[in-house]
């Protein structure tokens, strides 16, 4: 079992920034990628980036991509996902994923899954 734990959502006003993190603890070498995902209400999950385990390779969604960064620190087992330049339309619950595939970037590419942390942007 791989355990992931989020942190450093919260309330921000449009234009702000935010740094999410994910501490992964267990078997984690069974994990190839880390990723995150985020759910608005009354949407389906949605991509946002992933990192390969030794932290090398990343992947984003396309529009995402210049405004959020992932990274990773390998001695904390540390993923973290920086955001930017934040509008309304980021608000959601933001998950932290754990998988085998690499770089997946679809939700059934990932088994372990973090608790989701609130982001909320006001405008």
């Known amino acids: 079992q791989v355990q992931l734990v989020e942190s450093g959502g919260g309330l921000v006003q449009a234009g702000g920034s935010l740094r999410l993190s994910c501490a992964a603890s267990?078997?984690?070498?069974?994990?190839?990628?880390m990723g995150w995902f985020r759910q608005a209400l009354g949407k389906e999950r949605e991509f946002v980036a992933t990192?390969?385990?030794?932290?090398?390779?990343?992947y984003y969604a396309d529009s995402l991509k210049g405004r959020f960064t992932i990274s990773r620190d390998n001695a904390k087992n540390t993923v973290y996902l920086h955001m930017n330049s934040l509008n309304p339309e980021d608000t959601a619950v933001y998950y932290c994923?754990?998988?085998?595939?690499?770089?997946?970037?679809?939700?059934?590419?990932?088994?372990?899954w973090g608790q989701g942390t609130q982001v909320t942007v006001s405008s």
């Open positions: 994923a754990a998988g085998s595939y690499p770089l997946g970037t679809v939700p059934y590419e990932y088994i372990y």
């Open positions: 990192i390969s385990w030794s932290g090398g390779t990343t």
């Open positions: 267990g078997r984690t070498f069974s994990v190839h990628s």
